[in-house]
């Protein structure tokens, strides 16, 4: 049977939180609140961007946020409704996304802003999110840096076998090509249940502190900070991926 190339995060969302499954969503939900609660913050609402299948929105939930879930991937969509039918999910392009409203707290992790491989697509995207956010409000996101991107996984495979919910199993074999002239990194990934296979393939660009810094400021952020998980210490050069916790000028400054 040939194998079929879909979009990205298309045909992978019936397995990916099989696959996914030991990545601790509660774990990165509490190092968000903790950072907030530090920082002498409370927030009520929530965006979470690049939602997926929902699992961080849930977390959020739980800590009760009121919290509105957006994600470019209608499959990724239909899986999160599936899991939070109560929560307001939105279909939207990250580059775009226009709600009329503000949250306290936005949130976008699992490197999701690395799928946006030219800076200037993130710079708009990183500008509407600073848009959504009210007086003082927080985002918190992660990024494979540029040495993330390029040493992503040791022997540049990852491959598996993960049970799914209806009693299947899915076998997965990802692999991982950097393309140092373009500073892109593609992940072919492979899946195959009971003789149906798929791939999609996925690349990102990595972002270091240097890179971010000037995108921040141009999107209108008053300040941020870049740290490693889970300790918050500050990234060193060769740190594979750093979390970025930025501000809006609170409404004392504007």
Known sequence: ??????VPFSALASVYDAIMADIDYHEWAEFIATYAQ?????????LDLACGTGALTAELQAMGLEVVGLDGSA?????ARS???NTELVHADLRDFELNRRFDLMTCVFDSLNNLTEPGDLGRSLARMAAHLTPGGLLAFD???RIGVRDL??????EGLAPLDDGREVHYHWSHHYDAATELGTVQAFCRIEGEEFVELHTERGYD?????????????????????????????ETPRIWVFARTASAETT
Do not use: H, I, K
């Open 1 to 6: 049977m040939p194998t079929m190339q879909r």
């Open 38 to 46: 530090d920082a002498g913050l409370s927030p009520a609402s929530a």
């Open 75 to 79: 499959e990724m969509l239909a899986v």
């Open 83 to 85: 899991r939070l039918p």
């Open 143 to 145: 990024v494979n840096t």
């Open 153 to 158: 996984w040791e022997g540049e495979v990852l």
């Open 209 to 237: 502190v240097a890179d971010l810094e000037p995108l921040l400021r141009a999107a209108g952020f008053a300040s941020w900070e870049c740290c490693e998980y889970p300790d918050y210490a500050e990234p060193w050069p």
